[in-house]
């Protein structure tokens, strides 16, 4: 196997999803640097590898990235693995891929599982365009204010959260989004208890409530993205009052649509509206 750093997905729940190309690198490998080493042995344990474990996460230090860094510089192998799924997706390790590359080093991907993009292809949500944003602060006016900076998105919107505030988010994400935007609860993928929950945001928020169940386990939720006309900046409409000044009000609407990408009707009615006004 060549040198590199090699970034490892396994599995999120049944271990049976892990792939054979990560069985092969994780055994092949000189190092495995895992989130959490206790949880990796074992993982690594079950199917009988013997590779040399050591510490990666953003309090290991920088002790631990050069280690890394230094073995592949040498010509050896290390796989890089979070505690489930795929690593980097809310997990930290992007700097050491790039010190790894800028260090001439290679980076080697070796797909497979991810919570998000599975919960994503169950949620019957559009999938053409999607957000992913991660876990939501724990606060609740932070959290308010994050989930209504998200309002007018029109993607699909992907959240983590941790069992014990997905209620508090559901109730957050109702009252920003409205209750009757429509979202799916996806929980334990892809072990005993997995559930896929799809309705409105108030009822979700009514179902976890009532269900304690539902407040227990990894937890994904998608969300619709807005639906509505996408909002238009004040700045925009400041351009586009100023240029009916200059040409008639249909001419000013297409020419700014074609130059922001909003709809032509939509800053034509403000127009009108203004006009009424």
Excluded at 126 to 136: H, M, Y
Excluded at 141 to 167: D, M
Excluded at 177 to 206: D, H, N, P, Y
């Amino acid at each position: 196997m060549e040198s590199g750093l090699y970034i490892v997905a396994t599995p999120i729940g049944n271990l049976g999803d892990i792939s054979a190309r990560a069985l092969d690198v994780l055994g092949a490998a000189s190092l495995v640097a895992a989130e959490d080493t206790r949880h990796s042995q074992r993982l690594l344990n079950h199917f009988a590898i013997e590779t040399s474990l050591i510490p990666y996460h953003e309090h290991s230090g920088a002790q631990n990235a050069q280690l890394i860094l230094r073995e592949v510089s040498e010509g050896g192998v290390v796989a890089l693995i979070s505690d489930a799924g795929t690593p980097l997706i809310s997990d930290p390790g992007y700097k050491l891929v790039r010190d790894a590359q800028d260090l001439g080093l290679a980076v080697v991907p070796v797909p497979g599982a991810c919570a998000a993009v599975a919960a994503l292809s169950v949620a019957g949500q559009p999938t053409d365009r999607f957000l992913f944003c991660g876990f939501l602060p724990a606060k609740e006016g932070a959290r308010a204010q994050a989930i209504s900076a998200l309002q007018h998105e029109s993607a699909t919107l992907v959240f983590y959260e941790a069992p014990h505030r997905v209620l508090a988010t559901l109730e957050s994400l109702s009252v920003c989004l409205g209750g009757e935007r429509e979202a799916t609860l996806v929980r334990e993928i892809s072990k005993a208890f997995e559930t896929v929950r799809r309705a409105s945001l108030a009822e979700l928020s009514e179902f976890a409530r009532a269900d304690a169940n539902q407040q227990r386990g990894e937890i994904v939720l998608v969300v619709q993205g807005y639906q509505g006309e996408e909002a238009v900046s004040p700045e925009l409409l400041q351009l586009l009052e100023s240029m009916a000044e200059y040409m008639p009000g249909k001419r000013a609407a297409a020419l700014l649509a074609q130059y922001s990408g909003q709809r032509k009707n939509q800053l034509y009615q403000h127009l009108l509206d203004q006009k009424d006004d």
